[in-house]
T-cell receptor
């Protein structure tokens, strides 16, 4: 069965410092991986995805993520955090061998950036 | 292009009642999925519709049902509401391409008293 783990409930960083939000997955074969962000009382916003190709993918708002097949990880990164990055971040996976476009989400990681 | 819209945004119901939530996908998107978000369980997949047919279903009781219309708009219904059904219900739409991302609506906040 597909699953996604986000091992940290909360990540705290200071503004200007680099940030990493961790994600590991369990899917047979080559998964499709996604990151979403959720601000209070809002729906989810798509940040980036890995389908194939370069292991480092770039997305919205300066975020990037690195796909590591041997470690089954897809960590979200940003070189310099902003206070406005504070939000709830979700990693999600889709098995391309299964029909449909539904996603399996991790539990989410709250990112708190202090000024 | 307009985003995914969901109505109503907020809803308060009493145990035992039923509720219907509506979702209009992004124009051209024919795949619609529904998710339940709660603090304890996180985001859980309810079901997915494509071309008016349910394609996938999550692990929820039969009280949760849905449908999709020919214009791709979708509704989900919850019958015999329980307190535990209180949640944010999110609708997402995407193109019918497995590599395509889903785009989410703002959600409907359902409170069951």
């Amino acid at each position: 069965a597909q699953s996604v783990a986000q091992p940290e409930d909360q990540v705290n960083v200071a503004e200007g410092n680099p940030l990493t939000v961790k994600c590991t997955y369990s899917v047979s074969g080559n998964p499709y991986l996604f990151w979403y962000v959720q601000y209070p009382n809002r729906g989810l916003q798509f940040l980036l995805k890995y389908i194939t190709g370069d292991n480092l993918v770039k997305g919205s708002y300066g975020f990037e993520a690195e796909f590591n097949k041997s470690q089954t990880s897809f960590h979200l990164k940003k070189p310099s955090a902003l206070v406005s990055d504070s939000a709830l971040y979700f990693c999600a996976v889709r098995d391309p061998n299964q029909a449909g476009t539904a996603l399996i989400f991790g539990k989410g990681t709250t990112l708190s950036v202090s000024s | 292009k307009a985003g995914v819209t969901q109505t109503p945004r907020y809803l308060i119901k009493t145990r035992g009642q039923q509720v219907t939530l509506s979702c209009s996908p992004i124009s051209g998107h024919r795949s619609v999925s529904w998710y339940q978000q709660t603090p304890g369980q996180g985001l859980q997949f309810l079901f997915e519709y494509f071309s008016e047919t349910q394609r996938n279903k999550g692990n929820f009781p039969g009280r949760f049902s849905g449908r999709q219309f020919s214009n791709s708009r979708s509704e989900m219904n919850v019958s015999t509401l329980e307190l535990g059904d209180s949640a944010l219900y999110l609708c997402a739409s995407s193109l019918e391409v497995v590599s395509h991302e889903q785009y989410f609506g703002p959600g409907t906040r359902l409170t069951v008293t």
